[in-house]
């Protein structure tokens, strides 16, 4: 059963209000195009690198204006939507990168808080502490749907391969890896990420970015990307401004990329074993 899936991509700022109307309109957009499936990006309520000012504006999921504009968006609309993440206050005073995906009915169906936290330092001089302020989750999900299987990351994630291939190996079609990349590390690595992990695995990737420089000072990558899983990209969109990108998604081409290299049923397990290195006259016994 194939179906259209769309990528909205956004340059969220510091006021959800406005976020959330900029994510309505897109939508939207995207649904005139034919999609049933609609994905916004990683933070879609929210990018503000001040935690102060931050957590003075969130919310908790019950009265989060992201969750509550998608459940609305997904029932008037008659579509599975699927806000990429937003920053939801916890009781314990910090906050969960959580993603949410909604039925036609604008029930929640799953949610999924980020597991691998962005804590590095890059050449540029930018330092990012996630763990700081978030806490990590330490469960991910593959969720049966009328017309896929789809398993579900978030931005950093990416970078964990053993993720998606815990997922790919429960049965999972479509991965879904809203994102904010930062534009260093975009340019260097984000569309061959993308590619690897639907190569490796033999599934669709669907990937809403954040594009551009945002309120707080930022600038994220963008380049939303939809791949088959052949590592073929369907459909992206550019480095900045908001857009909406549309594929259809047949998911027999994931049992056809399977049959033709089928790595998943071929792995085995195996044991690493640590030896010493080489000495006078030859190996180490």
Same mark, same amino acid.
């Not at 970078?159 to 890896?177: D, I, K, N, S, Y």
């Not at 569309?191 to 930022?218: K, M, P, S, T, Y």
């Not at 994220?220 to 908001?242: C, K, N, Q, R, Y």
């Given at each position: =059963?194939?179906?259209? $899936?769309?990528?909205?991509?956004?340059?969220?700022?510091?006021? /959800?209000?406005?976020?959330?109307?900029?994510? &309505?309109?897109?939508?939207? #957009?995207?649904?005139?195009?034919? *999609? @049933?499936?609609?994905?916004? /990006?990683? =933070?879609?309520? %929210?990018?503000?690198?001040?935690?102060?000012?931050?957590?003075?504006?969130?919310?908790?999921?019950?009265?989060?204006?992201?969750?509550?504009?998608?459940? #609305?968006?997904?029932?008037?609309?008659?579509?599975? =939507?699927?806000?990429?993440?937003?920053?939801?206050?916890?009781?314990?005073?910090?906050?969960?990168?959580?993603?949410?995906?909604?039925?036609?009915?604008?029930?929640?169906?799953?949610?999924?808080?980020?597991?691998? %936290?962005?804590?590095?330092?890059?050449?540029? +001089? #930018?330092?990012?502490?996630? !763990?700081?302020?978030?806490?990590?989750? !330490?469960?991910?999900?593959?969720?049966?749907? /009328?017309?896929?299987? %789809?398993?579900?990351?978030?931005?950093?994630?990416?970078?964990?391969?053993?993720?998606?291939?815990?997922? $790919?190996?429960?049965?999972?079609?479509? %991965? @879904?890896? /809203?994102?904010?990349?930062?534009?260093?590390? +975009?340019?260097?690595?984000?569309?061959?990420?993308?590619?690897?992990?639907?190569?490796?695995?033999?599934?669709?990737?669907?990937?809403?970015?954040?594009?551009?420089?945002?309120?707080?000072?930022?600038?994220?990558?963008?380049?939303? =990307?939809?791949?088959?899983?052949?590592?073929?990209?369907?459909? !992206? *969109?550019?480095?900045?401004?908001? &857009?909406?990108?549309? &594929?259809?998604?047949?998911?027999?081409?994931?049992?056809?990329?399977?049959?033709?290299?089928?790595?998943?049923?071929?792995?085995?397990?195996?044991?690493?074993?640590?030896?010493?290195?080489?000495?006078?006259?030859?190996?180490?016994?």
């Amino acid at each position: =059963m194939s179906f259209k $899936a769309a990528a909205v991509q956004m340059c969220s700022g510091v006021d /959800p209000v406005k976020n959330a109307a900029a994510m &309505a309109r897109l939508v939207r #957009e995207a649904v005139g195009q034919g *999609a @049933t499936y609609v994905q916004t /990006p990683e =933070m879609t309520g %929210m990018l503000q690198r001040d935690r102060t000012a931050a957590r003075a504006v969130l919310a908790d999921e019950a009265h989060d204006i992201i969750v509550k504009t998608g459940s #609305e968006l997904a029932r008037e609309l008659g579509i599975h =939507m699927h806000v990429g993440s937003t920053a939801i206050a916890l009781a314990d005073g910090k906050i969960a990168n959580r993603g949410f995906l909604f039925g036609p009915d604008g029930k929640i169906l799953n949610r999924y808080d980020k597991i691998h %936290m962005f804590d590095v330092d890059l050449d540029n +001089g #930018e330092s990012w502490r996630e !763990s700081a302020a978030y806490t990590a989750g !330490s469960e991910a999900r593959v969720l049966s749907l /009328p017309f896929a299987e %789809m398993g579900f990351a978030i931005c950093y994630d990416v970078r964990f391969p053993a993720l998606f291939r815990a997922q $790919a190996v429960a049965g999972a079609e479509v %991965m @879904t890896v /809203p994102a904010a990349f930062t534009k260093q590390t +975009g340019e260097a690595h984000w569309e061959i990420l993308l590619r690897a992990r639907a190569i490796e695995n033999g599934v669709f990737v669907i990937a809403a970015a954040q594009a551009g420089r945002h309120e707080d000072g930022r600038e994220t990558f963008g380049h939303s =990307m939809i791949i088959d899983p052949w590592g073929t990209v369907l459909a !992206s *969109a550019g480095a900045t401004g908001e &857009a909406v990108i549309v &594929a259809e998604i047949d998911p027999s081409a994931v049992k056809a990329a399977h049959d033709k290299i089928p790595n998943l049923r071929n792995g085995r397990e195996f044991s690493v074993e640590r030896i010493a290195g080489a000495i006078a006259g030859g190996v180490a016994a």
